[in-house]
């Protein structure tokens, strides 16, 4: 320091505001493809703690997890895939360092769909015997874990006699998964693709069901501790259009999100996202910015502080990463996502990548969203996180 600031020093400073540096959102980590795989995708996310982060997905048809220690991810095995078998691995949700669950659908021989839960003890995953009920042409989408003890998983199941999907809810207690019975009113099929449990007597599910005339809608369902009902919510979708519903979290009792897509029936490249929020006076529609394709996960971290994170595409460009933000009155886009990688344009310069689950880490703020990307070779596994 030179002699010429000493006098400087000695004078008084005035006290300016304190800066706080806005969370960015940064690429990676993320875990390689393993050896010998020609690609790989995370298909959830799930928090427990900054040194307890887990992701599961596929590599080529074998199912993967991965787990983040704070610092490195590191693939953990699965239990052995039977000769005729295909797994495929939808959600995660722990309860602790050493209590996991990972949930999804086994397939025999693009046959018969079977339920599949693995649990990890904090050594291994395992597929404990009895701890899902045999239900044949079932599949489960979404988990969530309220305490070791207690978890919900949701999905669908078909038979002859249903002629359709029917929506299937699990609850976990004494140390297994059991059926629960779950209205859907008058639809013929219906189909549940996420679940938020808030309290013993406060769960959530959400997904699409079928009505007669083939107009496909959004369904949400409530547990009140004692039964399922199906919750009257505002129409997202005009003639025409199919609507489905991929993510659900709640604040509060009276302060609920739930998001997805709405797409033209006879165009599946014809998509937008849908918003449903439950204040104390009722659902309602809330406006994005319209550039989201399909929402995958919306994260409430307050009342003004919430995220829905998902990808965008159109005819003319092949699906990118967005996230936008709600301040307590509007939607807007972040701006400031990461491309995947070197590589990632593709297909006449276009990017391809998507986001397909998101998780907080609880007591930080912590963001963690997970996905894909392309290369010009394959698919790879593709990871961002903020705060």
């Not at 039964?227 to 009792?253: D, F, K």
């Amino acid at each position: 320091m030179g002699r010429w600031l000493t006098g400087l020093l000695a004078l008084p400073l005035a006290a300016g505001p304190a800066v706080t540096a806005t969370p960015q959102w940064v690429l990676g980590p993320d875990m390689p493809t393993p050896a010998g795989a020609l690609g790989s995708e995370w298909h959830d996310i799930s928090a427990t703690a900054a040194t307890d982060v887990w992701a599961v997905g596929g590599a080529d048809d074998a199912p993967l997890t991965g787990h983040f220690d704070g610092t490195t991810w590191t693939e953990v095995p699965t239990p052995a895939v039977p000769d005729g078998f295909t797994y495929d691995l939808s959600a995660v949700d722990g309860a602790g360092v050493d209590d996991a669950w990972t949930v999804g659908t086994a397939d025999e021989l693009g046959q018969h769909d079977q339920l599949l839960a693995w649990h990890y003890d904090g050594r291994s995953w395992s597929a404990p015997a009895g701890a899902v009920p045999p239900i044949p042409d079932s599949s489960l989408a979404d988990v969530d874990m309220l305490t070791r003890d207690d978890g919900w998983a949701v999905g669908h199941y078909s038979t002859i006699a249903t002629r359709g999907l029917r929506p299937l809810v699990l609850h976990y207690t004494d140390g297994k998964w059991s059926r629960v019975i779950n209205p859907i009113g008058d639809a013929i099929s219906a189909d549940l693709t996420a679940v938020h449990a808030l309290a013993t007597d406060d769960v959530w599910a959400v997904g699409t069901q079928s009505r007669i005339g083939g107009k496909q809608d959004t369904i949400v369902l409530h547990y009140d501790g004692i039964r399922w009902q199906e919750i009257t919510t505002p129409i997202v979708n005009p003639v025409g259009e199919s609507a489905t519903l991929l993510a659900v979290a709640a604040i509060s009792g009276k302060d609920v999100w739930a998001a997805g897509k709405s797409c033209l029936t006879l165009a599946d490249d014809s998509c937008h996202a849908v918003v449903l929020h439950l204040t104390p006076t009722g659902w309602t529609i809330v406006p994005t910015t319209g550039l989201a394709t399909e929402l995958t996960a919306v994260l409430p971290l307050a009342p003004g502080d919430v995220w829905i994170i998902g990808y965008a595409s159109s005819k003319a460009e092949n699906e990118y990463d967005l996230a936008e933000h709600w301040d307590g009155t509007s939607f807007t886009r972040d701006p400031q996502l990461p491309l995947p990688a070197p590589d990632y344009t593709i297909l006449d310069g276009e990017p391809g990548s998507a986001l397909e689950a998101a998780t907080i880490v609880p007591g930080t703020g912590a963001i963690w969203a997970a996905g894909w990307y392309r290369s010009p070779l394959k698919g790879t596994s593709h990871i961002i996180h903020r705060g």
